[in-house]
Structures are given as structure tokens and as C-alpha cells.
């Protein structure tokens, strides 16, 4: 029993790593939420043709709802879809980073 709970464990911290994109995958990502979401929700995030990124903003949001928003775009709006352009769990991971607040 030890070992099968040792096994569960050891695959649910695995599968943890393994969602959270490398470093330089997170630089990329990072870039391109303040260049490409930047024009739209602000250079600053607090907002301009899109609503506000800031992690107050965002702290009642449910962080499936926004990933979806992401992947899927927003249709009758100019949020686009970004499914062709990034993962699920890099999706996740920007998520994560804007409702802390988006590393510098």
C-alpha cells in the first residue's frame, strides 16, 4: 500500500514539473503577454481596448474560465484564439502568472 501511494505521489509531482514550461519557454511567454496582450489589456496590464490583467482584477476570476478565454479567443469581440500558438499548460502557466502578478 506504502508503495502504491509512493507511486500516485511521485506521478502527481511529476506530472506537476512537467506542466510548468522550461525557463526559456517562460521568457518567451512572458514576452509575449506584455507585447502581444499588452496591446490590447495595456503595456502595464491595467487595461485599454481589453480589460485589466492585474491580479486584482483577475483574484475572482476562475482560472479555468480565463485559460478557456485564451484558448478559445472571445467570439463578437478582438480576442483571438490562441490555440495554434500555445499549449494547454503554458496557457495554464500564463494564467497562473497573471493572477500573481506577471514576473518582470
Known amino acids: ?3 502504491s501511494l509512493a507511486c500516485v505521489l511521485a506521478a502527481a509531482c511529476s506530472a506537476a514539473l ?3 514550461p522550461p525557463a526559456a519557454r517562460r521568457a518567451e511567454l512572458v514576452s509575449l503577454v506584455r507585447q502581444d496582450c499588452g496591446s490590447c489589456h495595456g503595456m502595464t496590464m491595467k487595461g485599454g481596448l481589453g480589460p485589466s490583467l492585474e491580479p486584482g482584477a483577475l483574484a475572482d476570476k476562475d482560472p479555468e474560465m480565463l485559460a478557456l478565454v485564451i484558448l478559445q479567443g472571445r467570439h463578437g469581440t478582438p480576442m483571438p484564439p490562441w490555440r ?3 499549449s494547454e499548460g ?3 502557466w500564463i494564467v497562473q502568472q497573471l493572477k500573481h502578478g506577471l514576473p518582470k
Open 84 to 86: 495554434d500558438y500555445l
Open 90 to 92: 503554458e496557457v495554464r
Open 1 to 3: 500500500m506504502l508503495r
Open 18 to 20: 512537467a506542466a510548468e
